[in-house]
């Protein structure tokens, strides 16, 4: 049986952890595609705040969400150390600007602690679960609740 069949099969879950500014974050691995150092992307006219513009990515175009100001934190500027993670999110494939990617973990349901009531109504509607690992704090995040259909499309 490989790995994939025997993770899912035991209830594990694998997570991309990363960095953006001093928190760290996650998502499911089964929605990245790839892992690519920053290019600097082509501005669009009229396009959300959090679209820093789109990239050639072998043909296609890809747009570049600044996903620190997606998720209402301070803006990054882009530079050589940040990276793009591809990902797909609904039916579309975005690209999320992110300082670091800092891990792979392997959780079971059980490791994944609930967001805690204090949090905003838009804060529990993206985030499924805090992971508390080695003295860090991870919060897991949905993409497909941090942009709805609509939002990937315009993107």
């Known amino acids: 049986m490989s790995y994939a069949v025997r993770s899912l099969a035991e209830g594990n ?7 953006i500014g001093e928190q ?20 669009l006219p009229h396009s959300p ?7 050639n990515l072998r043909g296609a175009v890809l747009p ?11 803006p990054v500027e882009p530079s050589v150390r940040h990276v793009i993670i591809v990902a ?5 494939i975005i690209g999320l600007l992110v300082e670091a990617v ?16 204090i949090s905003s109504d838009l804060e529990r509607q993206y985030a499924r679960g805090i992971l508390a690992i ?3 704090m991870i919060c897991l995040i ?7 259909d609509a939002e990937s499309e315009a993107a």
């Open 64 to 74: 570049i969400i600044d996903l620190s100001k997606r998720l209402g934190m301070t």
């Open 49 to 55: 705040g959090y679209v820093l513009g789109v990239i």
């Open 102 to 117: 800092s891990d792979i973990l392997t959780v079971t349901e059980e490791n994944i602690q609930s967001t805690p009531e």
């Open 134 to 136: 080695d003295k860090r």
């Open 24 to 43: 760290e974050f996650c998502v499911n691995i089964m929605s990245v595609r790839e892992i690519r150092g920053w290019t600097p992307a082509t501005p």
């Open 88 to 92: 797909q999110v609904h039916s579309k």
């Open 13 to 19: 879950r694998e997570l991309i952890a990363f960095r």
């Open 142 to 148: 949905e993409l497909g609740a941090l942009f709805t």
